[in-house]
T-cell receptor, first 115, second 113 residues
Framework: DAGVIQSPRHEVTEMGQEVTLRCKPI?????LFWYRQTMMRGLELLIY????????DSGMPEDRFSAKMPNASFSTLKIQPSEPRDSAVYFC?????????????FGAGTRLSVL | AQKVTQAQTEISVVEKEDVTLDCVYE???????LFWYKQPPSGELVFLIR??????QNEISGRYSWNFQKSTSSFNFTITASQVVDSAVYFC??????????FGTGTRLKVLA
């Protein structure tokens, strides 16, 4: 399998612009996670989807952030409007979540810079 | 609350030295899972190992070994005969419930040639 695929790998944008990050999970996995990594806050879970349904979005910073999973093979994380403090590495991960102890497999990440 | 502590922020060793990365966790659950991930300079997070709370046997995989001790709530990671390619940030994590990972702050390992 190709693993979790994220695009783009790097994104540079100006404050106020809309940013869309994309993720293709591993085929057969039923769960998808979006994380943000910063030096100050480490790895933070933003949102968790199970069977394409958002289950836990308590980590989404504010209304400027939204995530969708229209089908089992694709998810997007959108930031509109973007701000410099959104600069971070955003990871997507997928897993087969059943009773517990699921292993999350991470994509290569998208490094976002908002100027 | 559940918590993972990696007290070592950064470790530097010379190639071929052995190095141990510490991980201490807190949980009220009787069943739980622990993980180690590696984040090399290229940035991706790579899964290394999963351990459940009922299995206290140490595990060895090549130059990597893990020591799980419930009595001290620790899950330490040892690299034997370190190599430059081992240079990375290593994260320990605990799972909360069925899906939520609680990550430690990571330990940056620098292996010098």
């Amino acid at each position: 399998d190709a693993g979790v695929i994220q695009s783009p790998r790097h994104e540079v944008t100006e404050m106020g612009q809309e940013v869309t990050l994309r993720c293709k999970p591993i085929s057969g996995h039923n769960s998808l996670f979006w994380y943000r990594q910063t030096m100050m806050r480490g790895l933070e879970l933003l949102i968790y989807f199970n069977n394409n349904v958002p289950i836990d979005d308590s980590g989404m910073p504010e209304d400027r952030f939204s995530a969708k999973m229209p089908n089992a093979s694709f998810s997007t994380l959108k930031i509109q409007p973007s701000e410099p403090r959104d600069s971070a590495v955003y990871f997507c991960a997928s897993s087969l979540v059943d009773r517990g102890g699921n292993i999350q497999y991470f994509g290569a990440g998208t490094r976002l810079s908002v100027l | 609350a559940q918590k993972v502590t990696q007290a070592q922020t950064e470790i530097s060793v010379v190639e071929k030295e052995d190095v141990t990365l510490d991980c201490v966790y807190e949980t009220r659950d009787t069943t739980y899972y622990l993980f180690w991930y590696k984040q090399p300079p290229s940035g991706e997070l790579v899964f290394l190992i999963r351990r459940n709370s009922f299995d206290e046997q140490n595990e060895i995989s090549g130059r990597y070994s893990w020591n799980f001790q419930k009595s001290t709530s620790s899950f330490n990671f040892t690299i034997t005969a370190s190599q430059v390619v081992d240079s990375a940030v290593y994260f320990c994590a605990l799972i909360e419930g069925t899906y939520k990972y609680i990550f430690g702050t990571g330990t940056r390992l620098k292996v010098l040639a």
